[in-house]
């Protein structure tokens, strides 16, 4: 089969098999605002015709990518017959009968083919010259273009111009393609991501499994579980019990009918989030804030650092073309296997929010109880306020100055409360004034343990949760941020 009829079928087949781009414009460029017009024009000169249609998509392209523009040239005329054809065939070769210049604005035309076409390249300025065609006759001519762009969404320009063999020139073309580096700023924004700590991970994680110092491995409150009753014990269930933090067997009815009431229950919080608090404000405590989950044996310890791991590398990579390719795999894979550190950390923090909750709750409730106490010991009419307006977020040092009046100190010793640095120094200056305290009213202070551990329980959540907020933002969150990025930037097309 002849070279030509090659070509033509190669550059059909291309032309017919890519997706309609709006990036043809004809004598009078676009704006880079407006929409791209369609994409094939026809260029006329004489009686020769040229009809032009580009390869392009209708995502932007990429940096470094190439774009074909095909030009199907036709002479007017009635096709010679095959004899006709036969008597010239081995004569010298035609001169030339038209030419295609080329101009290139941003892109870079890299080579012109076509049967018997000869061209001269030079980057941004190119021409072909195309044998005389005989009447009827038809060529095709392929135009490779490497597209550029330094920043954004740029526009890459071939104007292109047709010649007659008497230098008549025909209207101006400009194929358009838009080009932008997706790879490139892909890469500047996972540079942005590792820079605000997605690359440190593994210190985080580190972090996590050490203990830290300056937290006590003590409680300074503890609330007594239950006021006893006597007479024998009818019946038995198991209960949680805060000062011990774990589960016994308590009484509830009794032969003579009283029954065993628990001091630390309460109206306005639930049992069962109250307990789950304890737990694992206590498990911080015994550690020194260390997660257990996450030392060396803890279920959760390997596949963290896998994946800490790997997404340090992946931002670390260095910048090439293919950067976009799997991204989506990647993050899609890596949140499915840190979905279990992304709930134990959303639970440490729901658990540190809600504990902040509860101690609002629980210290409005003690101060209605205990000034009630005080009205009917002096005859006075309380003026409390209600519980659903001192619940909520409250700095946790102002609730335990809030309830240090009731617990026996004098006033001097309340008002030393607001020197203290930070909510455990509060908690641990009331406490030691509590034990100086010759005679202290034992029913006060069994209103006033439950509502000062729950208290302590929300300082010592209050202190590990912000690094459970790094795991959240860093970790779990650099991922969301990769995906997000390559969303935002990957979009070219190829």
């Known amino acids: 089969m002849p070279l030509k009829t090659l070509l033509q079928i190669f550059v059909l087949t ?63 005329g009635t096709p010679e017959s095959r004899k006709a054809k036969k008597k010239t065939r081995n004569k010298a070769p035609e001169p030339v009968g038209s030419t295609i210049d080329f101009e290139a604005v941003e892109g870079e035309i890299t080579s012109i083919t076509g049967a ?29 273009m490497r597209l550029k762009a330094s920043a954004g969404e740029q526009v890459n320009l071939l104007k292109v111009t047709l010649k007659d063999a008497a230098g008549a020139s025909s209207q101006l073309a400009e194929l358009r393609w838009m080009v932008r580096d997706c790879a490139g700023d892909y890469y500047r924004e996972l540079q942005t991501i590792a820079a605000s700590g997605g690359s440190q991970l593994s210190k985080l994680l580190a972090e996590l499994r050490t203990p830290d110092k300056s937290l006590p491995r003590t409680w300074i409150f503890r609330a007594s579980s239950t006021v006893r009753s006597r007479g024998r014990c009818l019946r038995y269930r ?26 630390t229950a309460s109206t306005s919080v639930n049992p069962k989030e109250e307990r789950e ?60 296997q840190s979905a279990g550190l992304k709930a134990h950390a959303e639970g440490v923090i729901n658990s540190a929010a809600k504990a902040r909750e509860m101690a609002a709750a629980k210290t409005a409730e003690a101060k209605q109880v205990l000034a009630a106490m005080q009205t009917e010991q002096s005859g006075e009419t309380p003026t409390a306020t209600p519980i659903s307006d001192q619940s909520g977020e409250q700095p946790l040092r102002s609730l335990v100055i809030e309830l240090a009046p009731y617990s026996g100190l004098s006033p001097e010793a309340v008002a030393a409360l607001e020197q203290a640095p930070d909510d455990l120094a509060v908690l641990q200056t009331l406490k030691d004034g509590m034990d100086t305290v010759a005679e202290p009213d034992k029913a ?41 990025a390559h969303d935002k930037f990957c979009v070219c097309g190829g």
Request: with cysteine; proline share 6%; net charge neutral.
């Open 14 to 76: 291309v032309v017919s098999t890519v997706s309609t781009s709006p990036i043809w414009a004809q004598t009078e460029p676009a704006s880079e605002s407006q929409t791209l017009p369609p994409r094939s024009a026809t260029l006329t000169v004489g009686d020769l015709t040229a009809e032009i249609s580009d390869s392009g998509q209708a995502a932007p392209h990429a940096v470094g990518s190439s774009a074909f523009a095909s030009i199907k040239l036709k002479m007017a």
């Open 116 to 144: 018997k076409v000869t061209s001269s390249v030079n980057g941004q300025t190119a021409n072909a010259q195309i044998p005389r065609l005989r009447p009827g006759e038809e060529t095709t001519v392929l135009v490779e």
């Open 238 to 263: 198991r209960q949680w019990d805060p000062e011990e933090y774990g589960y016994r067997r308590v009484c509830v009815r009794y032969r003579d009918g009283e029954q065993e009431q628990p001091t």
């Open 277 to 336: 608090i304890f737990q694992r404000a206590n498990a911080f405590l015994r550690t020194g804030g260390a997660d257990p989950k996450l030392s060396r044996k803890g279920s959760l310890e390997w596949v963290s650092g896998k994946v800490a791991s790997d997404l340090r590398l992946y931002l670390e990579q260095p910048p090439h073309p293919a950067l976009c390719t799997g991204a989506t795999e990647f993050t899609n894979y890596y949140l499915k």
């Open 444 to 484: 006060a202070r069994a209103i006033l343990m439950p509502a000062l551990a729950m208290i302590e329980a929300a300082v010592h959540m209050t202190r590990v949760e912000a690094r459970y907020q790094d795991v959240r933002t860093k970790f779990i969150g650099g991922f969301e941020n990769v995906k997000a």
